[in-house]
T-cell receptor, first 116, second 115 residues
């Protein structure tokens, strides 16, 4: 596909469980971003990858959240011991070069996570 | 830290009329970028328009234009000739030009178009 894709589109889990959310960026985009959007709020930054490395993980709320991008394309956001407060839409975005460029961040449709 | 504030949770406009969405921001940086994103019910954020802070000229994209007041730290979006397809959540966002690459978003404004 031409755009950023995210799977699954919806995920329901129970408190305490482990979840993985996947993001497929636009082919060739080196920069990848994760954001979290709680109900009625704007997206909040979680982590930014430049290539395979996490260039900025200052938005991760605690050590239950972890993200990887091992080959510099697909990224997985991992949440351990989920809590009801983790319920939100998780958005992924990619841009061609990232860094200090003004390249547009293209967003995926998000994964809606519900923790019961 | 930078903050973005949208003080209008909801706005409505008659089809074909003009509407202005407000946004203010706080930063100590002199060089940055500002954006307006549209988020329809499909959840996918779509870039509407962007403004480089070093440019004095206000950005325009077809029916969309901004009023960028750097000294006042204000960045409003004007939508002319409103169409039913413009109905969505609109988010104002800030990005540093020299530091963090993250987008900092406001709380959003829900725009309703009345036929």
């Amino acid at each position: 596909g031409a755009g950023v894709s995210q799977t699954p589109s919806n995920k329901v889990t129970e408190k305490g469980k482990y979840v993985e959310l996947r993001c497929d960026p636009i082919s060739g985009h080196t920069a990848l971003y994760w954001y979290r959007q709680s109900l009625g709020q704007g997206p909040e930054f979680l982590i930014y990858f430049q290539g395979t490395g996490a260039a900025d993980d200052s938005g991760l709320p605690n050590d239950r959240f972890f993200a990887v991008r091992p080959e510099g394309s697909v990224s997985t956001l991992k949440i351990q011991r989920t809590e009801r407060g983790d319920s939100a839409v998780y958005l992924c975005a990619s841009s061609l070069r990232g860094g200090l460029t003004i390249d547009e961040q293209f967003f995926g449709p998000g994964t809606r996570l519900t923790v019961l | 830290a930078q903050t973005v504030t949208q003080s209008q949770p909801e706005m409505s406009v008659q089809e074909a009329e003009t509407v202005t969405l407000s946004c203010t921001y706080d930063t100590s940086e002199s060089d940055y970028y500002l954006f307006w994103y549209k988020q329809p019910p499909s959840r996918q954020m779509i870039l509407v328009i962007r403004q480089e802070a070093y440019k004095q000229q206000n950005a325009t994209e077809n029916r969309f234009s901004v009023n960028f007041q750097k000294a006042a730290k204000s960045f409003s979006l004007k939508i002319s000739d409103s169409q039913l397809g413009d109905a969505a959540m609109y988010f104002c966002a800030y990005r540093s030009a020299s530091g963090a690459q993250k987008l900092v978003f406001g709380q959003g404004t829900r725009l309703t178009i009345n036929p």
